[in-house]
């Protein structure tokens, strides 16, 4: 019986506070969910472009071939994007994340293929795919496209070594292991913590019964909040340059500039107090909100890029940008950003698009905590 009366105490205090019992429940499917839909649906389509000069038509029936490949689900495996074979405009477009790779069919692949075994030439067609060894999705298509190229060689005459594969590098900076490839991500996705103590720093002043002086005291909403936004900043400030040395202690190096990470990531810092605003509008007590607090980072870790690609979810175009579903979570250009700042070298034109995203997702999500803080505490 006394086991009964504990179970009861026990069951009727969590439900009091649902919230957390709810969230608690739900996050287990939420990463199920998350993963289903990264490794469940084909992957990732990855974008190639071709740049056909073969005079004959097998040329052309690779390529058709290539794009035509799928998943086992049905889901499309490449999207070729036919282009002029100028190797400045290649490289800038692979660096720029244009495209993922680029293919190159040199004149007389056709007759290559046909005169091979026939006494044909004895030189073999040259076919080179360009891209940067430094990502994960280049390994995945230089491996798809050569068992293509090798499977249609077999396919379309005596296979005699009538054509070669050679791979280019855009020569950008090498990533020798998987920590290498994370660290960009995770040296950003290090200030979305925040996010949770920020939440946490809100709800104490409700928890304390300190709301009510401030109220007293005149401080507006915006006041307050963008004092709350300064301590998580400066903290932001401190944190970054530790983990930074720290990334470079386990091995990771970059000829990219640190300076302009670092401003990257203080802009994420911002969209992320931003987040934590909102989150406490919703919370009575610093439990709440570390707990839901928790339940969102977590996903945005997973769909922010850092450890796989998440197929993107395109709406629509601006000046350039592609505005994607989770160009929403600001983590999303924040990681892609850094990459392009430490991996590929990549400077503050270079990255832009990106900022703009960022500033407008840090000013929304601020602006939108302010408003939600106003109405949920100062009346």
């Not at 029936?61 to 889901?75: D, E, F, K």
């Not at 499977?151 to 296979?159: C, D, E, Q, T």
């Amino acid at each position: 019986m006394r086991i009964w009366a504990v179970f009861k105490k026990s069951m009727l205090e969590q439900f009091r506070d649902y919230k957390a019992v709810i969230l608690t429940i739900l996050s287990p499917v939420l990463f199920i969910v998350i993963f289903g839909l990264a490794f469940g649906q084909g992957f990732y389509t990855y974008s190639l472009a071709v740049s056909d000069e073969d005079q004959g038509t097998l040329g052309g029936s690779l390529v058709q071939q290539i794009a035509g490949s799928r998943y086992p689900n049905g889901n499309q495996m490449f999207k070729t994007i036919q282009v002029r074979y100028e190797q400045d405009k290649l490289l800038d477009g692979v660096r720029k994340g244009e495209f993922d790779a680029h293919l190159y069919i040199p004149p007389g692949f056709s007759e290559s293929l046909r005169s091979s075994g026939h006494g044909g030439p004895a030189t073999p067609a040259q076919l080179k795919l360009l891209g940067n060894s430094a990502r994960l999705e280049y390994s995945f298509i230089s491996s798809f496209v050569e068992n293509y190229i090798h499977n249609f060689v077999w396919s379309n005459g005596p296979a005699e070594n009538p054509v070669q594969l050679l791979y280019e590098d855009t020569g950008e900076v090498q990533v020798r292991s998987e920590f290498e490839n994370m660290a960009p991500g995770l040296m950003v996705f290090s200030v979305f913590f925040l996010l949770i103590l920020s939440s946490m720093v809100v709800t104490r002043e409700l928890e304390n019964r300190t709301i009510q002086r401030i109220i007293l005291s005149r401080v507006r909403a915006l006041e307050f909040c963008a004092g709350v936004s300064l301590s998580q900043l400066l903290l932001a400030a401190v944190m970054l340059p530790m983990v930074f040395a720290a990334s470079g202690l386990l091995g990771f190096s970059s000829s990219g500039s640190y300076m302009l990470a670092y401003l990257v990531s203080l802009i994420a810092t911002c969209s992320a107090i931003g987040i934590g605003l909102i989150i406490a509008a919703f919370c009575r007590t610093s439990l709440e909100a570390f707990i839901i607090g928790n339940v969102v980072v977590t996903p945005m870790m997973f769909l922010a890029g850092i450890f796989f690609k998440v197929p993107p979810v395109k709406l629509f175009t601006v000046l350039g940008k592609e505005i994607e579903l989770l160009t929403f979570i600001p983590t999303l250009d924040a990681v892609s950003a850094m990459n392009k700042i430490l991996i590929s070298s990549a400077g503050f034109s270079d990255i832009l698009p990106e900022l703009t995203v960022l500033v407008l997702l840090s000013a929304g999500y601020f602006l939108l905590g302010v408003s939600l803080f106003r109405r949920r505490y100062m009346h």
